[in-house]
């Protein structure tokens, strides 16, 4: 059992007000020294978002299904998949209760 949560799949990108749909895998983790929920993870390469982003430092919306979250994105690796990073509540469901990350594991 792991103690990160996460989503992978289809996902809407907003960078500089344009909407994009791109493919994200994604993972979070509650850290308790802090007190916030941090998730982080990479989008797919995409040469809309690489002309959209070139490259730097970038705020953006990330929304999946009828959840959105603000992150950012960040270093692109050598097959152009960009670092996605945001803090407190993510963009994917996440278990809140005992019950529920039982029934996950079930």
């Known amino acids: 059992m792991s103690d990160e949560d996460g989503y992978a799949g289809p996902a809407t990108l907003v960078v500089d007000g344009v909407e994009m749909v791109v493919q994200v895998d994604l993972r979070g983790y509650f850290q308790p020294i802090d007190g916030y929920y941090h998730w982080y ?27 959105s979250a603000d992150g950012e ?25 005992l019950a529920e990350v039982e029934a996950a594991t079930a």
């Open 41 to 67: 993870g990479r989008v797919s390469a995409s040469r809309e978002l690489s002309a959209a982003v070139g490259g730097r430092k970038k705020a953006c919306t990330v929304r999946v299904e009828d959840r």
């Open 73 to 97: 994105l960040s270093d692109p690796d050598p097959w152009g998949r960009y670092r996605l990073m945001g803090t407190s509540t993510p963009p994917f469901s996440v278990p809140t209760s």
